[in-house]
């Protein structure tokens, strides 16, 4: 008999969840499908999100609101840099199911894991500064000051991209909550595991829990009920083919969603700040100053 120092351990399969409302539930309706790496080798069991889950992960977006448009900008950016410290810790783990999920080598994989890092810290950098850059004061024919700042819209689906599992994953959500709104996330559905992982990330960072939620399953299935969901304010259909994305904005037309369309895009590339424009409302304020009345009083 061999010496138990040199049996060999049995592997601890990891469990992948859905994360929302700050929780990790299995699907509501106990399904789950085969998640393969490139060459067709079984990595995982993903959850198979239900129409149930996207509406549960509306709801929890929707409470979590209120806290997260509310907390100051400043506030938003420190937990966005938590976020990619927590990631950069984990590293090793990331460049481990991005080159599985991607079909990269392990060197191209760090690469994209460290690019994702950076891109979080760059959207933390830009938290307290979007204001000043889309707001400011407007000059108008009148004694008024004419205020114009930005609001966060509410709550957004977003669709991440199909092939670019984790860069482009955190690029489409990083926006959207850096500038106030909740997130209800359609992870890539051939390559969900980053996408899941990253829940376990928000989960033991700063970030309210219902901020950001990650569904995993058929993006049409769980698309389908979001665009038509009455307390979803806009929908990015970055990871909707143009099939899909047609039938998507025809459903989100119904209470005037924002839409952003799927375009093509190289992630690798310093984003401008377009995404972070398009879910963010304008608010413009008068008041008045200057001389009131016949006295000509003024303040």
Known sequence: MSDKSEQQRLTVFKTYKLYVGGKFPRSESGRVYEVTDSKGNWLANAPLSSRKDARDAVVAARKAFGGWSGA??????????????????????????????????????AAVVDATVDRWVWYAGWTDKIAQVIGGA?????????????????????????????????????????TGNTAIVVASERAPLPALSLGEVLATSDV???????????????AAPLAAHQDVNAIDLAGADDVLAKELEIAAADNLKRVLRPQPVDYFETPGIERMTAFLETKTVWHPTGSLGASGSSY
């Open 72 to 109: 100051t900008a400043y506030n938003r950016g420190q937990v966005l840099y938590r976020v990619a410290e927590m990631l950069e810790g984990r590293r090793d783990q990331f460049v481990r199911e991005v080159a599985d999920a991607e079909g990269l080598s392990k060197s191209k994989a």
């Open 208 to 222: 309210p829990g219902g901020v950001v939620n990650v569904l995993s399953g058929r993006t049409a299935e769980i």
């Open 138 to 178: 407007n000059p108008v024919a009148g004694p008024y000051f004419n205020l114009s700042s930005p609001e966060p819209t509410g709550v957004v689906a977003v669709l991440a991209p199909q092939e670019s599992s984790f860069l482009g994953l955190v690029s489409v959500v990083a926006p959207v909550i850096a």
